[in-house]
């Protein structure tokens, strides 16, 4: 099992430029989310999906949108990227609310 | 909204010795929590589970105190692959969002 894989690894933009991370898990979890992780920060919800066809806000949700694609799949999108998204995004999934959350590699994010 | 404590550190400690964390919390009935061990510039991974009678496993043992609201952590015979980040995380039961602390941080010197 690949576990949560994340594309693209590595990403520079230009402010105002769109683009969308992809992320999926093979371990038929129900529950996906997205976290940013910035210095000094810690990690920050932006959205999640309690289950398939289900998607709500986390703490940080302003200038991003996703949509759980199916089961396995959970896709972030940057509408029009800021230089205040340069962060490190991670995607992850678990059974459930109370259940370990295993996290992807994280997609790096530098916007110009 | 719960709210997770962590003393950032760093912990600067030699091979061998015993090194502790804490964490506190506020607001959770959760009947589990979580350390997380993150590697620099790596994803966080599950380190332990922490239930009420506590948890060991090999060198690390993790206690919860649900009166004084903390959890802690314990490792003996500090390796210098103990190296990392450290967090502790409040799972989000019925709400699904778990709080993560902001991670203390261990750097174990030869």
């Known amino acids: 099992n690949a576990g949560v894989t994340q594309t693209p690894k590595f990403q520079v933009l230009k402010t105002g430029q769109s683009m969308t991370l992809q992320c999926a898990q093979d371990m038929n979890h129900n529950s996906m989310y997205w976290y940013r992780q910035d210095p000094g920060m810690g990690l920050r919800l932006i959205y999640y999906?309690?289950?398939?066809?289900?998607?709500d806000k986390g703490e940080v949700p302003n200038g991003y949108n996703v949509s759980r694609l199916n089961k396995r799949e959970f896709s972030l999108r940057l509408e029009s990227a800021a230089p205040s998204q340069t962060s490190v995004y991670f995607c992850?999934?678990?059974?459930?609310?109370?259940?370990?959350?295993?996290f992807g590699p994280g997609t790096r994010l530098l916007v110009l | 909204r719960k709210e997770v404590e962590q003393d950032p550190g760093p912990f600067n400690v030699p091979e061998g010795a015993t090194v502790a964390f804490n964490c506190t919390y506020s607001n959770s009935a959760s009947q589990s929590f979580f350390w997380y061990r993150q590697d620099c510039r790596k994803e966080p991974k599950l380190l332990m589970s922490v239930y009420s009678s506590g948890n060991e496993d090999g060198r690390f043992t993790a206690q919860l105190n649900r009166a004084s609201q903390y959890i802690s952590l314990l490792i003996r015979d500090s390796k210098l692959s103990d190296s990392a980040t450290y967090l502790c995380?409040?799972?989000?039961?019925?709400?699904?969002?778990?709080?993560f602390g902001r991670g203390t941080s261990l750097i174990v010197h030869p």
């Open positions: 995380v409040v799972p989000g039961g019925g709400s699904y969002i778990p709080t």
């Open positions: 992850a999934s678990s059974g459930g609310s109370t259940e370990t959350q295993y």
């Open positions: 999906s309690a289950s398939e066809g289900t998607t």
